[in-house]
Every structure is written in structure tokens, then in C-alpha cells.
């Protein structure tokens, strides 16, 4: 904890290995309307502790876009965000990799991402800033869910979501059966 009282998010890997085993060790072994609660609630308490700069949480569907979660974690977002959690959650959902391993794969240079996959004018669709994360569910293929923070840092928006999937899995496990 900082001497003003706020709790640190780590910093990300940027390694992609690293990034990939990241995704990998935030498999839920199942993704339903009350894990999208807890996370999301969770997230927005994190977040708080955090920074005092307000951000945006948001958990979706992927086969739907079936809203789950949505909250501003104080005051002073802007419709901005919204694009930006938009933008984000298209990036998971067409290349199912969190957006930080997409920034980090293309060295940050949207220019070479929008070339590789010949994006021209739609290239706006499409962000690779970290802050968009896969939900994955064991034993199921492909993407079930996508998690998105905007507001902080792009390393910030993205660890976060990391820090609270490990820490809800890990309370998975503790529970007694």
C-alpha cells in the first residue's frame, strides 16, 4: 500500500509466452451471470483501491454480447470509454487473445496490426491497447465471455483483470465442500 492509501496493480508481463501463460492460468471451470457479478464487483473494488482516476468495467457474452456487468468505478468517465470497451472487446473476439498480447505482439504499432490484416477504414473497430481479456471456460472451445477495464494505463486496465481472475479462482479452491 502507497502512503496514500492506494493498493498497486502489478505490472504486466510483456513477454508473449509469459502473456499466453497468463490467459492460460485464468481458465474458469465454469462462466455464468453470478461469476460476471463477482468478478465485476470485484474489479470495481480493486480498481478503487487502486487509482482515484475513474474507470470502466464491462463483462459480455461473446456468442450474444449478451450484457453481464457494467459499471463506472467513480465519477468522471466519459462516453469515450464505452468506445474504447467496445473496441477492446471486438479485438478478443476476433483474434481470442487478450488485447495486451496483441499490443505486445505488434510492438504497439497499430499501423503494422492494421496492415497484417488488412484492416483499412475498419482498422477503428479494433483496439490494441491492453484491457480486453478472453473468458475461457475448461473443457469448452473457444471464447464464452470478454472482460474489459478503461481508464487507466493500457498495462493497469489489463493486470488488473489478471490480479482478480487469480484471486476469484483461488477462492474457488479454498471453498469447502
Known sequence: MSQDGT?????PPRDLDAITA???RCIFPHFTADTAWELGTR???RLRRASSKPAVV??????SAQLLFHCATGRGTQ??????????????????KSTWFLHNKYGG????????FM????????AIHGGGFPVRVKDVEGIVGVIVVSGLTMQE????????????LQSLKNVKV
Request: hydrophobic letters at 40%.
Open 119 to 126: 484492416l483499412g477504414d475498419r482498422a477503428g473497430e479494433y
Open 43 to 45: 474489479l470495481r473494488d
Open 79 to 96: 462516453a469515450d470509454n464505452d468506445t474504447w470497451v467496445a473496441r477492446k472487446r471486438a479485438a478478443v473476439l476476433r483474434w481470442g
Open 22 to 24: 497468463e490467459e492460460d
Open 58 to 63: 464491462n463483462i459480455t457474452l461473446a456468442n
Open 7 to 11: 493498493v498497486q496493480i502489478r505490472s
Open 109 to 116: 504499432n497499430e499501423d503494422a496490426f492494421r496492415a497484417k
Open 157 to 168: 486496465d489489463h493486470e488488473v483483470i489478471v490480479e482478480v481472475i487469480e484471486e476469484y
